[in-house]
């Protein structure tokens, strides 16, 4: 009752202060609910650039919001829980890719889009799951040296994709949900779903990649669950993608490769902090300030982004 309540409000706050909200497909379902648009990280950095509301509540975590704003700069962008951080994002710090840009000037820097907007000022364009592949090789294309940032395990991969040939340089840095998925946990879940297609995110570390059915970003992922003859799947990324894949598929089944699928700040988002955000009460939200500088050097790599994934 209370969640029709509360739903009910915000629908109400969303007309009165021409506000759109943009969810994560990570986030709780009740919040997926109430969202105008749900998507990955590419998909709602798209949207954010090209809706036309005067606000957005951008239900994810830290560097999303950001990533809106910087799209989008005349716009009020609100995170309805400041804490909702990443620790993908975390694992790397302006200063030490500051160090590593003045050690080798001849690197291109290809940020993934989980890392914070100073940090994107020090890239040369950025990537998501669902571009990283395509833009890498257009740079290695061009015979240019590549220092990707932050996630050690998409990396990794990509190299394997290219036969090691000419392998990309990689930052350490990874995101402890998929990182911390095993083969061993894969072989538990195949003895007891051994029909299942295995759909995996490229954060997950190489080995357990080689044992994927489909690997893809949250979007493909759901693209590719939607076209397959196949009814039983096994997810290995965050749960709160069960949401659209059980919505969007009823009669298909979906089991975690791991109970360990849960984003603690993703989760962070319920469905009162929405509201407070959209009323811009309490002290949980925040409004997304970055001052003119970030936004212009992280927006040119962002917009790179944009025009080399069309
Ligand atoms: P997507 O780009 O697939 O939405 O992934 C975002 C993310 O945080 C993965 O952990
Ligand atoms: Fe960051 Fe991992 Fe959570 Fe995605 S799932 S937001 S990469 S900590």
Known sequence: MEILEITKRIQELKKQKNAIILAH??????????????????????????????????????????????????????????????????????ENLLKFKHENPNYIIIGYVNTSAIVKTLCDVCVTSSNAI????HYKKMGKKIMYVPDQNLAKYVNYLNQNNPTI?????ECYIHHNLTVDELARQKTFHPNAKVILHPEARLDLLQKADFIGSTKEMLDYVKKSDATEFI??????????????????KFYMLSPKLVCGTMKMTKLIDVENALLEQGNRYEEIKLDQETIELAGKALNKMLELSE
């Open 169 to 173: 340089d990689f930052w350490d840095g």
């Open 25 to 94: 497909y990570y986030q709780n379902p009740e919040v997926q609910a109430v969202a105008d648009y749900i998507g990955d990280s590419y998909q709602l950095s798209k949207i954010a650039k090209a809706n036309t509301a005067s606000v957005i509540i951008f239900c994810g975590v830290h560097f999303m919001a950001e990533t809106a704003k910087i799209l989008s700069p005349h716009k009020k962008v609100i995170l309805p829980v400041k804490n909702a951080g990443c620790s993908m994002a975390d694992s790397i710090s302006y």
């Open 235 to 252: 997810v290995g990324t965050e749960e709160g993608i069960r949401y659209c894949l059980e919505k969007d598929n009823p009669t298909k």
């Open 134 to 137: 395509k833009i890498i090789n």
